[in-house]
């Protein structure tokens, strides 16, 4: 005989009560209950924005693409909401690693937004429409220098000319783009992406002093005397060699920047080994691999550290071993084999684990976690390029870095000591390209108000929208948006771009994913859930004031903010009444 369950037999047999429809505040609540707090709307930081490095309003341009928020043309007016922080998006929807995207709350219901790749399919289109930046604001009869014509100078410069200052870019290159043109090849971002979008700031009506290194040519003290304010966006362009006898004595031995700046000068005509050994494990390392590779090259990729543990990103590592780079792990440089003509090899070390309490055993930085075992060998090759990182070069700029290897800058950008001397970039730390071209922005926010003989701007305290926050169930689930990656079947003399942008019906179902995460998207779901009818819509009123509560019907049943799928919807008002 089967026991009784009790439980089951109570709700088997639980008979429910019998319905009445009451009105006003007698109608049945989210949790039979009322409380003192009812809702109040509030405009929050998304966690893609948070997490974007230039501060760009993912959510607004979203917005606009997925006609949330309507206009005439959504590609141009996304396109103008990008370029407000970045004006670089052809070029970031190419090479940033998109670090908003490991923001998105999307990601706790299916997958993040393609946010890379929506950027790049908006900068593509900015280069086709030839559209411009917005033109120079009025003349405000301030002068500023900027020193470095890489993406934190040119970031800064196209804010300064936007408020209407006058500036003139100090570059010791021949050509504008930093690292992003001497570093960078050619099939991560073609040629005339970069130039198209570099063109559209100069166009603003900069002054260039091309060829000019100051601390050389000119010094500080000059520019200081001369301007009205000075940005110092020099970057990290010296690359490390290294640290054996003979390496940079011997020819064939180099450093990853020189290698590939060299490239960008030369071009196809750049002196390069039949066989090259890389020594390094991240992105700047593949780099080299597969340039090596397009110029007819063997390419040997040497890792201190196993593959897991390797700096460089997936696609990047996918990508050189499917062109043909050879990946050695766990591999430690003992010596340089050099003879009568210049390198010939490695002398190298098996790497092992340390043991717990050795030394380095726990070091955030992978390579010191290991120890060479004792075992040598060797590896042959007629070129070494290490890409084992890369400093500052503050030569001529010794007042100030103070000794120091790197730029030191407060919360505002400004150099301490120096009333008119401002920096940012890579010269501070080296970090994303996104994150120089943020620098340059808020550098140029704060010479801005110093210019005006304003406070210099505070970064304010951002609410970011929580997921927890959210109803993120009204969404359907949906993949990711994914771009192509061509792989050429010929890698030699082959610098055609790789990757594919998005066709633009696949990057309006893209945006259509964004959750809007804090801030109304006239979804409805509060007007339709709301049991005392106390909630109203109001279709004309502004972007975020869709919707308005009559608080004298209110109870404060929190189903308003339980159903809120973009979290904007929170309880607050008469709390503790």
Not at 135 to 159: C, F, H, M, N
Not at 235 to 260: K, S, Y
Not at 261 to 281: A, H, Q, S, T
Not at 410 to 427: L, M
């Amino acid at each position: 005989m089967v026991e009784s369950n009790p439980i089951l037999d109570f709700a088997i047999n639980y008979q429910f009560p019998e319905y009445t429809e009451l009105e006003g505040t007698d109608k049945i609540v989210a949790f039979g209950d009322s409380s003192h707090k009812c809702p109040i709307y509030v405009r929050q930081t998304p966690p893609c924005t948070a997490e974007c490095p230039a501060g760009e309003d993912i959510r607004g341009y979203n917005r606009l693409l997925n006609g949330t928020e309507k206009t005439e043309d959504a590609w141009k007016a996304s396109w103008e909401t990008i370029v407000k922080m970045n004006p670089f998006p052809a070029v970031m929807g190419r090479i940033c690693p998109h670090p908003c995207q490991k923001g998105c709350n999307r990601q706790f219901h299916d997958e993040s937004v393609a946010i890379n790749a929506l950027e790049q399919a908006v900068g593509n289109y900015g280069i086709e429409a030839g559209l411009k930046l917005p033109e120079p604001g009025p003349d405000t009869g301030k002068r500023v220098a900027v020193i470095g014509g890489g993406p934190a100078g040119l970031s800064a410069a196209y804010q300064l000319r936007r408020r209407g200052h006058a500036v003139t870019i100090y570059d010791a290159n021949e050509k504008l783009g930093g690292m992003v043109l001497y570093g960078i090849m050619g099939y991560r971002v073609d040629r005339k992406v970069l130039e198209a979008e570099i063109r559209r700031i100069t166009d603003l009506g900069l002054e260039l002093k091309m060829g000019v290194r100051v601390g050389k040519d000119v010094t500080l003290d000059q520019l200081e005397a001369e301007y009205d304010a000075v940005f110092v966006g020099v970057g990290a362009q010296v690359g490390r060699g290294l640290p054996v006898e003979g390496f940079n004595t011997t020819p064939g031995a180099t450093n990853a920047i020189d290698f590939l700046r060299n490239y960008e000068v030369l071009g196809d005509d750049i002196p390069v080994g039949r066989k090259v050994i890389v020594i390094g494990d991240g992105n700047v390392a593949m780099d080299v691999a597969r340039l090596a590779l397009r110029l007819g090259s063997e390419a040997v990729v040497v890792s201190g550290v196993p593959r897991e543990e390797m700096a460089c990103f997936q696609n990047e590592f996918d990508d050189a071993v499917n062109e043909g780079a050879v990946m050695h792990y766990l591999t430690g440089i003992t010596g340089l084999l050099a003879g009568d003509g210049g390198v010939r090899g490695l002398v190298c070390s098996r790497m092992v684990k340390k043991d717990k309490g050795e030394d380095g055993w726990n070091s955030p930085i992978p390579f010191f976690r290991y120890k060479s075992s004792g075992e040598t060998f060797e590896i042959e090759g007629d070129m070494v390029v290490a890409a084992i990182g890369q400093s500052a070069d503050m030569q001529g700029l010794e007042s100030i870095v103070n000794g120091n290897s790197w730029l030191k800058v407060d919360r505002h950008f400004r150099i301490p000591g120096k009333q008119k001397v401002f920096g940012g970039g890579d010269a501070i730390k080296v970090d994303l390209i996104t994150t120089a071209v943020g620098h340059g922005r808020k550098a140029a926010e704060s010479i801005d108000a110093f210019l005006k003989g304003e406070p210099l701007p505070e970064q304010g305290y951002r609410e970011v929208t929580k997921v927890q926050k959210q109803d993120v169930m009204y969404f359907f689930h949906s993949p990711q948006a994914k771009r192509g990656n061509i792989e050429p079947e010929e890698v030699v003399g082959n610098h055609d771009e790789l990757l594919q942008a998005l066709s633009k019906e696949d990057a309006l179902a893209e945006a259509a994913r964004c959750m809007s995460c804090g801030l109304c998207f006239d979804c409805k779901q509060c007007v339709s859930f709301c049991p005392q009818t106390a909630v109203s819509r109001f279709r004309d009123n502004p972007e975020g004031e869709k919707v308005y509560t009559d608080y004298s019907k209110c109870v404060g049943c929190h189903i308003c903010s339980l159903v809120c799928p973009s979290g904007y919807i929170q309880m607050g008002m008469g709390d503790g009444l």
